[in-house]
T-cell receptor, first 113, second 111 residues
């Protein structure tokens, strides 16, 4: 009865490096959502994916950020050339369909030095 | 008007009292509403979902929905110190078919 899994739980990167965040949805779920949360702020939607498709990326920064959800394996949020402002908690959520309840993973805390 | 609005708080409530958390939303056609609880440093966890006007009860929690007035609330009876957390309201917006989260209300239960 595994829930949504994310790894790593903590990630430290230096400016200019790449960060890869992974998310395995709950069993039976094929819809994945990525959110970013800055300290003392709310959840900010980034991207919504189904298997092999990006459905809505309206919350993604235009540069350096990309996401995928391949047919096999976890969803990946990739941040290239990280900057200090990318430091945040990144949460993944999954659902069984677009309108169903979203269940969250434990998050990845990214720290950019 | 923001899409989903919540008072950021902190809302301080004595232990044993009723905590009332409110949320308003802009899209009149919205159909699905959710309350999440988030402890500091943790991920959001679902407390309740509500889809129809009226009250929905689950243990010490009651969600109230009024679509005509475009608000949804969460009542916590017999508040406990362990209820101290940030409570996030989420609404499935009809116009762009997306769930939008409010910024959350910080609740502090005073022992």
């Amino acid at each position: 009865n595994a829930g949504v899994m994310q790894n790593p739980r903590h990630l430290v990167r230096r400016r200019g490096q790449e960060a890869r965040l992974r998310c395995s949805p709950m069993k039976g779920h094929s819809h994945v959502y990525w959110y970013r949360q800055l300290p003392e702020e709310g959840l900010k939607f980034m991207v919504y994916l189904q298997k092999e498709n990006i459905i809505d990326e309206s919350g993604m920064p235009k540069e350096r950020f990309s996401a995928e959800f391949p047919k096999e394996g976890p969803s990946i949020l990739r941040i290239q050339q990280v900057v200090r402002g990318d430091s945040a908690a990144y949460f993944c959520a999954s659902s069984g369909s677009r309108h169903e309840t979203q269940y969250f993973g434990p998050g990845t805390r990214l720290l950019v030095l | 008007q923001k899409e989903v609005e919540q008072n950021s708080g902190p809302l301080s409530v004595p232990e044993g009292a009723i905590a009332s958390l409110n949320c308003t939303y802009s899209d009149r056609g919205s159909q699905s509403f959710f309350w999440y609880r988030q402890y500091s440093g943790k991920s959001p966890e679902l407390i309740m979902s509500i889809y129809s006007n009226g009250d929905k009860e689950d243990g010490r929690f009651t969600a109230q929905l009024n679509k005509a007035s475009q608000y949804v609330s969460l009542l916590i009876r017999d508040s406990q110190p362990s209820d101290s957390a940030t409570y996030l309201c989420a609404v499935n917006m009809n116009r762009d078919d997306k769930i939008i989260f409010g910024k959350g209300t910080r609740l502090h239960i005073l022992p």
